[in-house]
């Protein structure tokens, strides 16, 4: 939780590590993060993306409304987050649908495998 981080009331980053000491903890101990930016950079994330991790572990969400303008590259970075978004939903289907078709017994044992 955020009232459990000792935070201070101003960071800068002439004498923090802003990610380190203030977005990943709070992102880690968040479950929503909502953000305007006027201008985006995938490089941005990466910046404090093990902060977004742990808040994805954490079931939460990550809202951005950015301006329009975004490089090519940004954009066909997106793009690509899409379509492996897409692929990922598809695969768990099948694999839902394949385990639906199994005997009993066979997911019985894919159960018991599971935990080797």
Not at 54 to 61: C, V
Request: net charge negative.
């Amino acid at each position: 939780m955020l009232t459990n981080l000792q935070l201070k009331k101003v960071y800068s980053t002439l004498d923090s590590n802003v990610a380190k000491d203030f977005y990943i903890p709070c992102l880690e101990n968040s479950i929503i993060y909502k953000r305007v930016a006027g201008y985006f950079s995938a490089a941005a994330l990466a910046y404090f993306s093990s902060g977004l991790e742990k808040l994805f572990e954490n079931n939460g969400e990550y809202k951005l409304i950015i301006s329009q303008e975004i490089s090519l590259e940004d954009y066909e970075l997106i793009k690509m987050g899409y379509e492996l978004k897409e692929k990922q939903e598809n695969l768990i289907e099948k694999i839902k649908n394949e385990y639906d078709l199994l005997e009993n017994n066979q997911k019985k044992i894919l159960k018991i495998l599971h935990f080797l």
